[in-house]
């Protein structure tokens, strides 16, 4: 078999142009606050997704990516197939996944979950037991995050890519996730404020797998939800319980676990 030219590739000078000379670049997203350049590019019959850095603080989380798909490989979770060095940095090959991120910002537009031809807003607008399954996935997700000793870092509806045709949801860019627990050296974490948990915001707090139901807590409360103002609850009075203690301020009043927090989800949800 001839050598792959995405998923053999080795030292590469220039991604886009490479791409245009072994495929077809049908998409690119050049515009992301992660500083990431990605591509969608057909090879013959194969669709891929190409993320790939050229600067160092971008290459790192994308260093940091590889490490995340090495432990942790989940049905729900786009797997990794290939890394490869660029120069100034790495690129990272993922089969092309059909679809759209709940949420897109881009360097020069955030905000519009609102709007109600926003996938947000589609998503809202589904019948319940369809958003019921698609957070299940999520939290099955990160269940196998939790058991791979990971955390949960910049996990938001950004993440969250749904096919509104199949009704499936694949996370992306798990590029932050992290081993865990640890203690905050900076002033905080990246993220999104809707998403994330208090003590993300204070340099030398714990990090551990408690951020993480908070994380997963806001996920349920946000997309289980008729709009975004968080007045329109879709779920029962002891799902939104569940909610409540995943996301109390005090981790220590939290779920221990996202083990323990499916569990609590799950009975709720066959007793309702
Ligand atoms: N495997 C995939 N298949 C198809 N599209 C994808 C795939 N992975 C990501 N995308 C799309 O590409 C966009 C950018 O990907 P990603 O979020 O990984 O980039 P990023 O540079 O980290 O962006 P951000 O700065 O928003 O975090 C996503 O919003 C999503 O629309
Ligand atoms: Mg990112």
Do not use: N
Request: glycine share 8%; aromatic share 8%.
């Amino acid at each position: 078999m001839p050598p792959h030219p995405l998923l053999d590739a080795g030292f590469i000078d220039a991604l886009e142009p490479y791409l245009e000379e072994v495929g077809t670049v049908f998409h690119a997203f050049r515009e992301q606050d992660s500083g990431c350049v990605s591509f969608g590019v057909a090879v013959g019959s194969e669709r891929w997704f190409v993320k790939g850095a050229t600067e160092s603080e971008a290459a790192v989380s994308l260093r940091r990516a590889v490490k995340i798909h090495a432990a942790v490989q989940h049905s729900v979770i786009v797997p990794l197939q290939h890394a490869f060095d660029i120069a100034g940095g790495l690129a990272l090959v993922y089969p092309w996944v059909d679809g759209v991120v709940l949420y897109h910002p881009t360097l020069s537009r955030h905000g519009g979950r609102a709007a109600p031809d926003s996938p947000m807003a589609r998503f809202r607008r589904l019948p319940l037991p369809v958003v019921l399954q698609a957070l299940d996935k999520i939290l099955d997700a990160h269940l196998a995050v939790e058991r791979a000793g990971l955390l949960a870092v910049d996990f938001y509806d950004g993440c969250m890519l749904y096919d509104f045709d199949a009704h499936s949801m694949v996370l992306c860019d798990l590029d932050e996730y992290r081993p865990g627990p640890f203690l905050l050296d900076a002033e905080r974490l990246p993220g999104s404020r809707r998403f994330m948990a208090p003590e993300e915001f204070v340099k030398g707090s714990t990090i551990d797998v408690r951020t993480t139901v908070f994380v997963l807590g806001r996920a349920l409360r946000l997309l289980l939800d008729a709009g975004d103002e968080e007045q329109g609850w879709r779920g029962s009075p002891s799902q939104l319980a569940v909610v409540g203690r995943a996301t109390t301020r005090d981790p220590a009043h939290r779920y221990a676990s996202v083990d323990a927090l499916m569990q609590a989800w799950h009975a709720v949800s066959a007793a309702d």
